[in-house]
Structures are given as structure tokens and as C-alpha cells.
């Protein structure tokens, strides 16, 4: 087996952070992960003689390469040693068309700069950000069979699916002199030794790369310093200060996307502080469900009906003035313009929308065939214009409609401050019909809103969460809900007028309008146990550890330290260690216990002992690995110790203990 | 008025000292009677119409006060309208102009 890592950076460009390369770091990091082939892949562009720098120093194979921005994603080119200045020349074709971090070049431009792709090794951003497209990926097929992912989960997903590139990690990394810990980012393939074709041919067979020297798949390398461990579910074990918790501390330091459950962290006792989590955690329910109901208030939180009110009242109190006054008629009263309304404009919402609509039948690309079916492409072009000599049509005559409002304006100023008779004020009664239907509106909708209800229900484990809508029923409630000192009891007052309560929300200076939404109904949530009712407290951790558990599937590795510190066993034999064993098939899991409910039942893939190592004034940690049934465990240097007196020692407090408990206990019990 | 063979409307006058429009019913009534309606009117006449002409103000022309007021303020602010007549036309067709040609050009 060898071990390559064909993504590397030297050179600091447009597309990276600033770095300063260190060749004495790439050399201690090959040295220290006994690496055999790397690439040296800089983003669309290629040094000659930092190159040839690097591939003298190193003694192992260094393969010259690129990373090209492809497609709007991004593709390692890699190639030979043989003709490196038509290579450095290629490149340079690329370094020019790509003048800022997010252009990139098309197939067909790869193509004319690199004529013979099959010369070439590529392998693209597979399940990594910037991905190649499938469909990119499909057009060159005949070149492509690896695909680089970023985590020993995905590797794994991949090599089990049928129509999955063969999958490739590599640690994409830029060592500088800050560096100190080296990447674990690597894979194995099955190879004698390193050429180009050889490594070629083996990124084309998922039976030819692995994760781990002699494991296969089945075993990753964890840390940095060379701990390898299963990619399924795996035990440390070891007496306390032995070191468990600072393995499992470099682990998440040394890989990405790490979920770490510490211990103690699920316990949960103040019930407040646990809904309150829940609450947060379950935002998400509450956004949504209050999305359009916050769209609403929204539009109606500007409509000011008391300011209305006197509008109206001024426009009939002048009026009845203008008609009582009519002796008072004078030269400039009596002109058609003297009480002229202004036009009100009205606004072009639903023709965009059309145009929108018609601009998306028009440009969709996936589904171009069935919209064509029915509506002719031709029809849809007609159309568009069509809507499009509309709106401009409309739009000239709102901007005449805006130039002669400004004419109608002045003149009447001046015609009323030369006449006696009072002027009948100008209102826009359509804008006030309107914003009072809104309000109506908006109280019909608040209302149908406090309809306490059930909204949201979902299942984790035994236990379900209910979220469900109440009405506030104080100002106090109101207080919490802003997590601040303002006072809401005028505001409650009219809470069962949902317009007028709005009003005294916006009395409330502080109160940021973005959040009134939130103020008329409270969406609450609870968690029943199998029983149907309120959970207790030990419950409550319970519940936060499966969910836990439940987020781990969105990272890459899960690491939990201790559960027992805050479960009985019989929790962590029935449900626990099911739900643990069932995600090691999907995730790597590294589980550090004492208990032997935990330890001894839920049948691990590989185990860990962890032993403390006091030589004067350090301490160091050593540890002895291997299967569960292997009778002794190894550590780096080879030496090994008894596994089933380990285990005895961690988790039933030394084997004589063990026995004395089981013959005088547990016997005594059963009989 | 007749110049060469292009007839040019006089849309706003002065006669016997008090000012006139030309209304849509194409007769000529008082400038006090003028409301939003008979503007718009004028306006677009003003912006389609090549021979679009007005009696320039002068305040001793004009002895109806009101006349006065409303002529002036219709008068300066047509002025200004005819030096630049495709001003509303030309901010409205910008409008979708990339989807308007895209598809106009592809439709010829």
C-alpha cells in the first residue's frame, strides 16, 4: 500500500487566504505521515521553478499539478514528470483567463489548452465545496473516475454506492511555519510503487484505495500523531486521568466537522433553561409558522387609521365650509382647479409579476419541453413583449400623471392664498378605504391566529415534541417574551384588539418593529414521554442526548465523552447504545466510558486503552489499541497489554472485585 | 397658423386679455375652466404632437387675475416639457430593455 496526498498548496493566490509556503514543513509533514506521491496542485496556475524546488528537496514522487476553476467548480489536473515545460506552458493559458476568484474556465476551453485530456489525471471537487456539477462530471467521463470528498464519512458513502466516482481524500493543505498539527487527510492505494500510470489505474478501482494501511476501509487515521481507529463505533477506555478526554480532544482538533457531546454537558435540571433550548432549538418550527403572518404585520404596521380619521374629518369640515361660504365666491374659487384632486397613481405589482412569470416560463432550462408542450415558445415571446409595451405604456402615464400633480399643486397653492373662500382639502380616499379593509383584515387574521392549536409534532425516540399556540395571558408574559425591562401592560390592555394593540407595540420605544410579529400568540413546546406525559428531569437529559445524537448525522465524526455521567443504564442499554450502534454505520464514533453497561454491552469495533506515563516533571499519554476480541492490545512502539484485565480494571473496578461481586452479589440476587 | 405645409395647433392663447385652452373637444374655452383631465390632455398632445404651439405669457395681457396664475403656471411648466418632450417615453422604456430586445429581435 501507499499513501498519496495529491492536493497540496505552495503558492499563495487570488483564490486563498495569504500564506507563506514552508518546504521544511511539507518535508516534516511527509516524514511524519510516511507519505509516499504528492501533487502539488497551486489554484489555475503552475510554477516551474518552485517545482522543481520541491521535487528536488523531497524524496519521494512529486507529480506537478493544477487546481482549475472549472465549470463554476473546481478540478485537479495532474500530470506526469515527463514534458513539465509544455505543462507550466498549458497552465500559463489558464492563469490568464482567470483573473479573479470567481471566474472560471468551460470544458471546452480545458480542452483546446490541454488537447489529450487522458494524458492527464483528473479528479474533481466530488462531496466538497466547490463541487463539479454532475452533469459536468458526465461530460467527461471518459477522463474522470476519482472524485475528492472531504471526510471519512462521505469516503465511506461513496465507496459503498455503485454509481459513486471512486472516492479520493486529501488534505488540501497549505503548510506554513505556524503549522503543528499536520493534516490526516490522506489515501491508501494498493500499489508497489509509485508511477503515474500506477496511481492512475488505481483511482479508477474503489477496490484499490482505502483509508487505512491494512484496514481497508474499516480503519481512518484519526489523529495526527498516527491513531488509527474503525470507522465504525469505537471504545476508549482507561482509569480516570489517563488521558481519555485529551485523545478525544485531539481528535476533534485534528479533524473537521467533529460533533463532541462533553460530559456532563446533557445534564439538564432547570427546567426553564431546557425549554428555553428547546425553544431556541426549535426556532425553526416558529420562524416558519409565523413567516406570513409577519409579511402581514409588516404591511399593516404602518397604516396610521387615527391620522385617517383626520383627514376625513378635515376634508368634510372644509366642505361644509367651502358650501356654507358660497357667497364668498370669488374669481379664483370659482376655477375648475381651485379643488382639483391630484390623480393617484397607481402602482405596476401585478404586470412585473407577469413578466416575472413569463420571463421564468421563458428561461427555464429544466423543464423547457413540458412548458413548451403547452404553451408554444413562440406564444411566450409574443406575450412577454406584449406585457412589456404594457407596463411602458402604464409607466408613461404615471410619470405624466406625477408631472401634472406637481403643476396641479402649485397652482391651486397659489389660486387659494389669493381667495377668500375656503379650500376643500385634498385627500386620497382610495388609500384610506384601503388601510382601513387592511386593518379589518388584519384583525380577522389575528384573531383566527389565537385559535389555540397543535402545529408542530415530531417523534425522537420515546419521546415526542409538541409545539402548540397560547395566547398570552399577561403583560408579563409579553416582558419575558422580549427578554428585556420594558413595560407591556398598556400594550396587554388591548390585546384582544389586535389593531389597537399593535398601536401601543409601536408606543413602546425599544421594541424593534422587525419583532412585533411575536407579541400576539406564543408558540409553546413540550415533550411526553411514552406515557403521554410531561417529562421529568432525569427524562429531560434523555431527551437531550438523543437529539444530540440525532444532530451528530450532519457532521463527520461523533465524539461523546461519558454519557453515563448523566443516564441510569437501564436508558443507556435500551436506548443508547441501540441508537449509538445503529449511527456507527453511518459515522465514524468515538465513545470514552466507564461504565460497563455501556463498555461491555454495546459491542464496539475496535478498542482503546489509555494509560498515563509520569517521567519527572511530564506526563504523556499512551495508548494500546485492537479489537475487542484480540487478547492483547498494541500501542505505537508494539509493546501490548492484557485487554481483558484492561477492561476489568476500567470497568469493573479489577478483576477480583469482578468476582467477588459476581459470586457474592449477583449469584446471591439470582438465587 | 400656417408654415410651409406643417400646420401648427396654438393649444394655449391670449385673447381679449384673458387666456384661453384648447380643449379635447377641440374648441377653445377659458384657461379657469382647465381641470386635471384637459392637462393630461394637453400633455399629450404636447409630447406626440410636432406642432404643438403656445401664446407666450405676459402678465399685462392677462387682466382675469385667476387667469393670470393658472396661465403662468401651465405656461412655464410646458415650456419646460416641450424642450424635452420624450422625457416620459424615455424613462418608461427603460423597462425591461435586455427581455425586450432578447425576445424582439429573436421574434423578427
Same mark, same amino acid.
Request: glycine share 4%; with cysteine; aromatic share 10%.
Given at each position: 500500500?501507499?499513501?498519496? &496526498? !495529491?492536493?497540496?498548496?505552495?503558492?499563495?493566490?487570488?483564490?486563498?487566504?495569504?500564506?507563506?509556503?514552508?518546504?521544511?514543513?511539507?518535508?516534516?509533514?511527509?516524514?511524519?505521515?510516511?507519505?509516499?506521491?504528492?501533487?502539488?496542485?497551486?489554484?489555475?496556475?503552475?510554477?516551474?521553478?518552485?517545482?522543481?524546488?520541491?521535487?528536488?528537496?523531497?524524496?519521494?514522487?512529486?507529480? /506537478?499539478?493544477?487546481?482549475?476553476?472549472?465549470?463554476?467548480?473546481?478540478?485537479?489536473?495532474?500530470? @506526469?514528470?515527463?514534458?513539465?515545460?509544455?505543462?507550466?506552458?498549458?497552465?500559463?493559458?489558464?492563469?490568464?483567463?482567470?483573473?479573479?476568484?470567481?471566474?472560471?474556465? +468551460?470544458?471546452?476551453?480545458?480542452?483546446?489548452?490541454?488537447?489529450?485530456?487522458?494524458?492527464?489525471?483528473?479528479?474533481?471537487?466530488?462531496?466538497?465545496? /466547490?463541487?463539479?456539477?454532475?452533469?459536468?462530471?458526465?461530460?467527461?467521463?471518459?477522463?474522470?473516475?476519482?472524485?475528492?470528498?472531504?471526510?471519512?464519512?462521505?469516503?465511506?458513502?461513496?465507496?459503498?454506492?455503485?454509481?459513486?466516482?471512486? /472516492?479520493?481524500?486529501?488534505?488540501?493543505?497549505? !503548510?506554513?511555519?505556524?503549522?503543528?498539527?499536520?493534516?490526516?487527510?490522506?489515501?491508501?492505494?494498493?500499489?508497489?510503487?509509485?508511477?503515474?500510470?500506477?496511481?492512475?489505474?488505481?483511482?479508477?478501482?474503489?477496490?484499490?484505495?482505502?483509508?487505512?494501511?491494512?484496514?481497508?476501509?474499516?480503519?481512518?487515521?484519526?489523529?495526527?500523531?498516527?491513531?488509527?481507529?474503525?470507522?465504525?463505533?469505537?471504545?476508549?477506555?482507561?482509569?480516570?486521568?489517563?488521558?481519555?478526554?485529551?485523545?478525544?480532544?485531539?481528535?476533534?482538533?485534528?479533524?473537521?466537522?467533529?460533533?463532541?457531546?462533553?460530559?456532563?454537558?446533557?445534564?439538564?435540571?432547570?427546567?426553564?433553561?431546557?425549554?428555553?433550548?428547546?425553544?431556541?432549538?426549535?426556532?425553526? #418550527?416558529?420562524?416558519?409558522?409565523?413567516?406570513?403572518?409577519?409579511?402581514?404585520?409588516?404591511?399593516?404596521?404602518?397604516?396610521?387609521?387615527?391620522?385617517?380619521?383626520?383627514?376625513? &374629518?378635515?376634508?368634510?369640515?372644509?366642505?361644509?365650509?367651502?358650501?356654507?361660504?358660497?357667497?364668498?365666491?370669488?374669481?379664483?374659487?370659482?376655477?375648475?382647479?381651485?379643488?382639483?384632486?391630484?390623480?393617484?397613481?397607481?402602482?405596476?405589482?401585478?404586470?412585473?409579476?407577469?413578466?416575472?412569470?413569463?420571463?421564468?416560463?421563458?428561461?427555464?432550462?429544466?423543464?423547457?419541453?413540458?412548458?413548451?408542450?403547452?404553451?408554444?415558445?413562440?406564444?411566450?415571446?409574443?406575450?412577454?413583449?406584449?406585457?412589456?409595451?404594457?407596463?411602458?405604456?402604464?409607466?408613461?402615464?404615471?410619470?405624466?400623471?406625477?408631472?401634472?400633480?406637481? !403643476?396641479?399643486?402649485?397652482?391651486?397653492?397659489? !389660486?387659494?392664498?389669493?381667495?377668500?373662500?375656503?379650500?376643500?382639502?385634498?385627500?386620497?380616499?382610495?388609500?384610506?378605504?384601503?388601510?382601513?379593509?387592511? #386593518? %379589518?383584515?388584519?384583525?380577522?387574521?389575528?384573531?383566527?391566529?389565537?385559535?389555540?392549536?397543535?402545529?408542530?409534532?415530531? @417523534?425522537?425516540?420515546?419521546?415526542?415534541?409538541?409545539?402548540?399556540?397560547?395566547?398570552?395571558?399577561?403583560?408579563?408574559?409579553?416582558?419575558?417574551?422580549?427578554?428585556?425591562?420594558?413595560?407591556?401592560?398598556?400594550?396587554?390592555?388591548?390585546?384582544?384588539?389586535?389593531?389597537?394593540?399593535?398601536?401601543?407595540?409601536?408606543?413602546?420605544?425599544?421594541?424593534?418593529?422587525?419583532?412585533?410579529?411575536?407579541?400576539?400568540?406564543?408558540?409553546?413546546?413540550?415533550?411526553?414521554?411514552?406515557?403521554?406525559?410531561?417529562?421529568?428531569?432525569?427524562?429531560?437529559?434523555?431527551?437531550?442526548?438523543?437529539?444530540?445524537?440525532?444532530?451528530?448525522?450532519?457532521?463527520?465524526?461523533?465524539?461523546?465523552?461519558?454519557?453515563?455521567?448523566?443516564?441510569?443504564?437501564?436508558?443507556?442499554?435500551?436506548?443508547?447504545?441501540?441508537?449509538?450502534?445503529?449511527?456507527?454505520?453511518?459515522? /465514524?464514533?468515538?465513545?470514552?466510558?466507564?461504565?460497563?453497561?455501556?463498555?461491555?454491552?454495546?459491542?464496539?469495533?475496535?478498542?482503546?486503552?489509555?494509560?498515563?506515563?509520569? %517521567?519527572?516533571?511530564? #506526563?504523556?499519554?499512551?495508548?494500546?489499541?485492537?479489537?475487542?476480541?484480540?487478547?492483547?492490545?498494541?500501542?505505537?512502539?508494539?509493546?501490548?497489554?492484557?485487554?481483558?484485565?484492561?477492561?476489568?480494571?476500567?470497568?469493573?473496578?479489577?478483576?477480583?472485585?469482578?468476582?467477588?461481586?459476581?459470586?457474592?452479589?449477583?449469584?446471591?440476587?439470582?438465587? | 397658423?400656417?408654415?410651409?405645409?406643417?400646420?401648427?395647433?396654438?393649444?394655449?392663447?391670449?385673447?381679449?386679455?384673458?387666456?384661453?385652452?384648447?380643449?379635447?373637444?377641440?374648441?377653445?374655452?377659458?384657461?379657469?375652466?382647465?381641470?386635471?383631465?384637459?392637462?393630461?390632455?394637453?400633455?399629450?398632445?404636447?409630447?406626440?404632437? @410636432?406642432?404643438?404651439?403656445?401664446?407666450?405669457?405676459?402678465?399685462?395681457?392677462?387682466?382675469?387675475?385667476?387667469?393670470?396664475?393658472?396661465?403662468?403656471?401651465?405656461?412655464?411648466?410646458?415650456?419646460?416639457?416641450?424642450? +424635452?418632450?420624450?422625457?416620459?417615453?424615455?424613462?418608461?422604456?427603460?423597462?425591461?430593455?435586455?427581455?425586450?430586445?432578447?425576445?424582439?429581435?429573436?421574434?423578427?
Amino acid at each position: 500500500m501507499k499513501k498519496i &496526498d !495529491l492536493h497540496i498548496h505552495t503558492i499563495s493566490t487570488i483564490s486563498d487566504a495569504t500564506f507563506i509556503f514552508s518546504l521544511e514543513k511539507l518535508k516534516e509533514y511527509i516524514e511524519a505521515q510516511n507519505i509516499d506521491a504528492i501533487a502539488i496542485t497551486n489554484h489555475n496556475m503552475f510554477n516551474l521553478s518552485q517545482f522543481q524546488e520541491i521535487d528536488e528537496a523531497l524524496d519521494i514522487k512529486v507529480f /506537478p499539478g493544477i487546481e482549475i476553476n472549472l465549470e463554476c467548480g473546481h478540478l485537479l489536473l495532474i500530470s @506526469d514528470n515527463t514534458d513539465l515545460e509544455s505543462f507550466s506552458q498549458k497552465c500559463n493559458q489558464v492563469e490568464a483567463k482567470i483573473i479573479s476568484a470567481e471566474d472560471s474556465i +468551460n470544458i471546452s476551453e480545458m480542452n483546446e489548452i490541454f488537447h489529450t485530456l487522458n494524458n492527464y489525471l483528473l479528479i474533481p471537487h466530488y462531496d466538497k465545496k /466547490p463541487s463539479l456539477k454532475q452533469e459536468k462530471i458526465d461530460e467527461l467521463s471518459s477522463y474522470i473516475n476519482a472524485g475528492e470528498v472531504t471526510s471519512v464519512k462521505k469516503f465511506i458513502y461513496h465507496s459503498k454506492k455503485n454509481e459513486s466516482l471512486v /472516492p479520493v481524500i486529501f488534505s488540501d493543505s497549505r !503548510l506554513t511555519d505556524e503549522i503543528s498539527n499536520f493534516p490526516t487527510r490522506q489515501t491508501y492505494i494498493d500499489l508497489q510503487e509509485i508511477t503515474f500510470s500506477g496511481v492512475k489505474s488505481c483511482l479508477n478501482d474503489k477496490n484499490k484505495v482505502a483509508l487505512s494501511y491494512e484496514g481497508g476501509n474499516n480503519f481512518f487515521q484519526a489523529t495526527s500523531d498516527g491513531l488509527q481507529l474503525s470507522t465504525g463505533l469505537n471504545i476508549i477506555l482507561g482509569e480516570r486521568s489517563s488521558g481519555k478526554t485529551f485523545t478525544l480532544d485531539k481528535i476533534c482538533k485534528d479533524n473537521d466537522n467533529v460533533k463532541y457531546i462533553k460530559q456532563f454537558s446533557l445534564l439538564q435540571n432547570d427546567e426553564e433553561k431546557f425549554n428555553e433550548q428547546l425553544a431556541t432549538e426549535e426556532s425553526r #418550527v416558529t420562524e416558519n409558522y409565523l413567516k406570513n403572518f409577519k409579511e402581514v404585520v409588516e404591511k399593516v404596521v404602518d397604516i396610521d387609521i387615527s391620522e385617517y380619521s383626520r383627514q376625513v &374629518d378635515g376634508y368634510i369640515t372644509s366642505l361644509l365650509k367651502f358650501a356654507s361660504e358660497s357667497e364668498r365666491a370669488d374669481i379664483y374659487s370659482k376655477t375648475a382647479l381651485f379643488n382639483e384632486s391630484k390623480y393617484e397613481t397607481s402602482n405596476l405589482i401585478s404586470l412585473k409579476k407577469l413578466i416575472e412569470a413569463t420571463t421564468l416560463l421563458l428561461e427555464n432550462e429544466e423543464y423547457k419541453t413540458t412548458i413548451n408542450t403547452y404553451i408554444q415558445e413562440e406564444n411566450l415571446k409574443l406575450l412577454i413583449i406584449d406585457l412589456i409595451n404594457k407596463i411602458r405604456t402604464k409607466q408613461e402615464i404615471i410619470l405624466k400623471e406625477q408631472w401634472l400633480n406637481d !403643476l396641479i399643486d402649485n397652482t391651486k397653492r397659489a !389660486l387659494h392664498t389669493r381667495s377668500a373662500q375656503t379650500n376643500i382639502d385634498d385627500i386620497d380616499l382610495y388609500q384610506i378605504a384601503l388601510g382601513h379593509k387592511k #386593518v %379589518n383584515k388584519f384583525n380577522e387574521v389575528v384573531n383566527f391566529l389565537k385559535t389555540e392549536k397543535e402545529i408542530h409534532r415530531k @417523534d425522537i425516540g420515546k419521546f415526542k415534541i409538541i409545539a402548540e399556540t397560547k395566547k398570552y395571558t399577561g403583560a408579563q408574559e409579553l416582558k419575558n417574551k422580549s427578554r428585556s425591562k420594558m413595560s407591556f401592560s398598556t400594550a396587554f390592555q388591548n390585546y384582544d384588539s389586535p389593531y389597537k394593540f399593535l398601536e401601543e407595540l409601536k408606543n413602546i420605544s425599544q421594541l424593534e418593529a422587525t419583532d412585533y410579529y411575536k407579541y400576539f400568540i406564543d408558540i409553546q413546546y413540550k415533550i411526553l414521554n411514552s406515557y403521554g406525559y410531561q417529562v421529568s428531569g432525569g427524562e429531560r437529559s434523555e431527551f437531550n442526548l438523543l437529539h444530540e445524537i440525532k444532530d451528530a448525522l450532519k457532521h463527520d465524526i461523533l465524539l461523546i465523552d461519558e454519557p453515563e455521567s448523566s443516564f441510569d443504564n437501564q436508558f443507556l442499554k435500551s436506548e443508547v447504545n441501540k441508537l449509538i450502534k445503529e449511527l456507527s454505520k453511518e459515522i /465514524p464514533i468515538i465513545l470514552v466510558t466507564h461504565n460497563n453497561t455501556v463498555g461491555a454491552s454495546i459491542q464496539p469495533d475496535y478498542v482503546v486503552h489509555t494509560q498515563r506515563e509520569i %517521567n519527572g516533571q511530564t #506526563v504523556s499519554y499512551d495508548l494500546f489499541s485492537g479489537y475487542p476480541s484480540d487478547k492483547e492490545l498494541k500501542n505505537s512502539n508494539g509493546e501490548g497489554i492484557n485487554n481483558y484485565l484492561m477492561i476489568m480494571n476500567c470497568l469493573e473496578a479489577g478483576s477480583e472485585t469482578y468476582e467477588k461481586r459476581r459470586s457474592d452479589i449477583y449469584e446471591i440476587l439470582k438465587d | 397658423m400656417r408654415k410651409g405645409e406643417v400646420i401648427f395647433m396654438k393649444y394655449l392663447k391670449i385673447e381679449q386679455t384673458k387666456g384661453h385652452f384648447m380643449s379635447s373637444g377641440g374648441a377653445y374655452l377659458e384657461i379657469d375652466k382647465i381641470d386635471k383631465d384637459e392637462l393630461m390632455h394637453l400633455v399629450n398632445e404636447a409630447t406626440e404632437n @410636432d406642432e404643438f404651439e403656445m401664446d407666450e405669457y405676459q402678465e399685462s395681457d392677462i387682466g382675469n387675475p385667476a387667469h393670470k396664475i393658472i396661465y403662468k403656471n401651465i405656461y412655464d411648466k410646458f415650456i419646460s416639457l416641450l424642450q +424635452n418632450k420624450t422625457r416620459f417615453k424615455d424613462e418608461s422604456s427603460q423597462l425591461y430593455t435586455r427581455s425586450f430586445e432578447q425576445y424582439r429581435s429573436e421574434e423578427v
